[in-house]
């Protein structure tokens, strides 16, 4: 299941799966350790806050598609950016 994860897109990997009578419960995660600041372009790896974000997706199997998807909001580290978070 990570080569269909990663083959959808490379920068996202599956982390774990759980599979229960009625779902499948997939959790993907960034492969990325450093982002680039879309304000002013400064690559940082500061990691400000963690969120996920739940998807559903059309059923397998007759069993509910979940995809638990863990966000990042990145800290920029250039200190004359007007943005300290993105
Ligand atoms: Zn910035």
Redesign the pocket.
């Known amino acids: 299941m990570n080569a269909v994860i990663s083959s959808l897109d490379r920068n996202y990997r599956l982390c774990d799966t759980r599979i229960t009578d009625s779902e499948i419960i997939l959790y993907i995660t960034s492969t990325l350790e450093k982002l680039c600041?879309?304000?002013?372009?400064?690559m940082?790896g500061r990691v400000h806050s963690y969120h996920t974000r739940e998807i559903q997706d059309l059923p397998i199997s007759d069993r509910k598609t979940i995809l638990i998807v863990t966000t990042r909001k990145m800290k920029?580290?250039?200190p004359e950016?007007?943005?300290?978070t993105?």
Request: hydrophobic share 15%.
């Open positions: 600041c879309p304000y002013c372009g400064t940082t920029c580290i250039n950016c007007r943005h300290s993105f």
